[in-house]
C-alpha cells in the first residue's frame, strides 16, 4: 500500500550520484556496482528492513553518467518504483538457476565500453552482498571489462553529508536524548540488566525511533568488562555503572551514542575516570578542524586521557556515522583519512579505571568549517545516579 | 560484565560441528572459512547485535578434526572466550594495514594440508562478510591451497534442527503468538499504520524478545500491494485488510509468521481469498511428508489455491527458518531441496485479491517423520476484525 514520499528529493540524488560519477571518473571507473543496503539506500532512497532476509541479492549499477540501474528481486519492483530511477529490472528470486546474474550481465554489458573497468567496494570495511559464485560469473561473463577497487569512490563520497541528510542524523540523536533522560524510570538497583535493555528499547520506539538496530550496553561494580555481549538477568547493584548505547534508526539514519549512569554514588576512582573522558572530549570538541586526519584525533584524546592520569583503553575512539551503525573512518594510530567538512563522526574515548573495568563516552557530531558541532546533547560531567 | 551461560551444551556444539566435519569429508574439505553472523553463532554461540557495525570482519575456521579456530577483532575476545572455544586468535580492528589477515592465513597454514582445499560458501543465498580485497590477499598467500564452495556442507547440516534449537524457536513463536493476540489493542480504524508497526514493535519486547529484527506489514482496501515498504502515517481505514508479519528474536532464535486483520467486517472477495489461503495451508499441514523437495510443496500449495479458484500470488510461498529470518530452501517451482525430518520452515502461499491487491499467511512448522508439527498457533480461518 505504501504511498511514501521520496525521503529525499531527486535534486539531493542526483547530488549524491554526481558526486559519486565525479569521483568515478578520477578514478578511471566506468561503472560502480553497490549490493549493499546502505549504498543501494544512499543513491536510490529504497529503505526497507527486508534485507534482513539474506535469500536475495540486489545490484545497483551506476554508469558514468545518466541515473542508476536497479536490477532487483521483483518483491521490490513497487517500493524502487517510488524511486527516482527510470530504469528498474526485475527477476523472480530467489532462483537457483540464474539468480539476477543474466540480468545484471546484461546491464554492465549495456552500460560500459568493452575494455571499461567496473569498480566494486572491495576494501576496508565493505563487504560484497552476494553470492561470491555469481560474483565470478559476472566476472567472467563481462571480460575483457575489468573489475576493479571501487572503494574510495563510495567512501570519500558518502562520508561527507548534506544538510538534509545532517537533519535526518541529528532528528534520530534527538530521540535518543529524550530516552537518555528517561533512563533513571526504568533502571535502578535490583532490575534485572535484560529488562533494563527491553525498557530501553520499548522507549526509543515510543519517542519516535522506526525501529531500533542496535542496543549494546553493560553493569559492573567499578567499571564494565565487555560492551558487546547479550544482557544477562543479572539485578543492577549499589556501586555498579550502567552503560546504556544505541542505534536508533529514523527515517534510515542512525545515531550512535551512550550514556553512563551510577547505580548510587559514583566511586571517586570512575568519577576520577570519567571527568578524564569529559575533558578528553571537551578538548576534542574544542580543538577538532578540518585538516586534520583521523589518526591526529586519536592523538589528541589519547594524549589528554594520559595527561589527566588515565590509563588509556583499547579499541577505537569514534568513527563514521550515517545510514549505518558506525561508518569509516576510525579513530585510532593507524588510519589517516583526512577529516572534512560535512563529515558526521562519533567522538568515543575509553579508559580502563581498574585491571579489566572500563568507561566509554560517546557524543555524536558533524564537523563544520570551524569544528565540530554537537548532535547528541552534550553528556553531564558528573554522572548521573540511579535508585 | 557478562556472565551469561553459554545458550547450549558443549556436546550441541559438538554435534554440531561433527556434523560439519562429517559433510566436509564427503565434499573433500580440509577446512571450512565462516564469516557471517549465522554461521559464526551457529558453532560457537556467540551471540551480539555488534554485527550491526560493518566495520571489522571475524572468522572462524573449521579444522577436519578438532575444534573450531576463532580469528576475530579483539573487541570480541571477552565474549568469544565465554564459548567452548579453545583457541581464539585476535587484532586490534578497524586495521587499514592487515586487518586480521596475516593471524587468517596462518592459522589456514596450520590446519590445512599444502594441497588441501577449503571450503567457503559461495552459492545461492550465501555471502562473503569480509572485505573482497582480503579474501583474495587471503587466496593467494595459502597457495598452493585451493578455495572451494562450502555451501553443501553448511546447508545441509544447518537445515536439520536438533530439539534444543527447535524448542528456542518455539519460544520466538509463543512470543510472536502472545502479541498477535493483542493486535486489536492497538490497532483501530483511524490509527496511523507506522504507529501500528511502532506498538507491535513495542509489545513484542513486552512479550520477550530480545530484540526486533524484522517487522514488515502493510494495510488496503481489499488487500495490499506491497509488503516490504516501511509504514507510512496513513490511517487505517474501514475495509482494509491489515497485515503484520515479524522476525522477533529470543536467544538469537528467529520467528517468522504473519497475521492479517480485516479493519470492520471483510468483503466477500476478502474472505474468499483467505478461505483459499487457509485451505492451501491445510493441505500442507496435511500431506507434507519427508522425502518430498521444495518444489512440490509448492506445487501442493499452488493446485489447492488453483482449485479454490484463487489466482496464484507471485514469489516464493515459505523457506526455512532458524538463526536468520530467512533460511533456504525456498519454496519454487525451481528448488528441489529435499525436505527432511527436524527442517524447520514457513509456509506462506499468497493469493491476489483484486489486481495488485494481495493477501499472504503464514505459519511456522517443523517437519517430523509424520508430517509438519506447529511451531506458530494456528491462525484464524475467520479473518479477526479490529475496530
Request: aromatic share 8%; with cysteine; hydrophobic share 40%.
Amino acid at each position: 500500500m505504501s504511498d511514501a514520499a521520496p525521503l529525499f528529493s531527486t535534486q539531493e540524488y542526483l547530488w549524491r550520484v554526481t558526486r559519486l560519477q565525479d569521483h568515478m571518473k578520477t578514478e578511471q571507473l566506468d561503472g560502480l556496482l553497490l549490493t549493499t543496503p546502505a549504498d543501494i539506500f544512499y543513491v536510490t532512497g529504497f529503505l526497507t528492513r527486508f534485507w534482513e532476509s539474506p535469500a536475495r541479492p540486489w545490484f545497483i549499477l551506476i554508469p558514468a553518467t545518466g541515473r542508476p540501474i536497479a536490477v532487483i528481486p521483483s518483491i521490490g519492483a513497487a517500493l524502487m518504483g517510488q524511486s527516482w530511477l527510470d530504469d528498474i529490472r526485475t527477476w523472480d528470486a530467489p532462483d537457483p538457476t540464474d539468480d539476477g546474474v543474466s540480468l545484471l550481465v546484461d546491464a554492465i554489458a549495456e552500460t560500459i565500453p568493452m575494455k571499461g573497468s567496473l569498480g566494486v567496494p572491495m576494501g576496508l570495511e565493505t563487504h560484497l552482498r552476494m553470492p561470491l559464485a555469481d560474483f565470478a560469473r559476472v566476472g567472467n561473463a563481462i571480460k575483457p571489462r575489468n573489475i576493479v577497487d571501487g572503494t574510495t569512490t563510495v567512501q570519500r563520497v558518502r562520508e561527507i553529508k548534506s544538510e538534509t541528510q545532517i537533519a535526518k542524523i541529528r532528528a534520530t540523536c534527538e530521540i535518543a536524548d529524550r530516552v537518555f533522560a528517561r533512563v533513571p524510570e526504568f533502571a535502578a538497583s535490583g532490575k534485572p540488566l535484560d529488562q533494563v535493555f527491553r525498557d530501553f528499547q520499548i522507549a526509543l520506539l515510543q519517542e519516535g525511533a522506526d525501529w531500533v538496530s542496535y542496543v549494546a550496553g553493560s553493569a559492573g561494580q567499578g567499571g564494565y568488562g565487555d560492551v558487546i555481549s547479550p544482557a544477562t538477568a543479572q539485578p543492577l547493584a549499589k556501586g555498579d555503572v550502567l552503560m546504556l548505547d544505541t542505534g536508533a534508526v529514523k527515517d534510515g539514519y542512525f545515531c550512535d551514542f551512550d550514556r553512563n549512569y551510577s547505580v548510587g554514588p559514583p566511586s571517586s576512582a570512575v568519577q576520577r575516570a570519567q571527568d578524564a573522558l569529559f575533558m578528553a572530549t571537551e578538548l576534542a570538541l574544542n580543538t577538532l578542524r578540518p585538516g586534520m586526519t583521523a589518526a591526529d584525533l586519536y592523538g589528541i584524546m589519547t594524549k589528554a586521557l594520559g595527561a589527566a592520569g588515565a590509563t588509556v583503553g583499547g579499541g577505537r575512539f569514534g568513527h563514521g556515522l550515517g545510514i549505518t551503525l558506525t561508518e569509516w573512518p576510525s579513530f585510532t594510530a593507524k588510519d589517516t583519512t583526512p577529516l572534512r567538512e560535512g563529515m558526521v563522526l562519533t567522538l568515543e574515548p575509553g579508559v580502563e579505571v581498574s585491571a579489566g573495568k572500563f568507561l566509554v563516552h560517546e557524543e555524536n557530531i558533524v564537523l563544520r568549517a570551524n569544528g565540530p558541532e554537537l548532535l547528541s546533547t552534550r553528556a553531564p560531567q558528573t554522572l548521573p545516579e540511579l535508585g
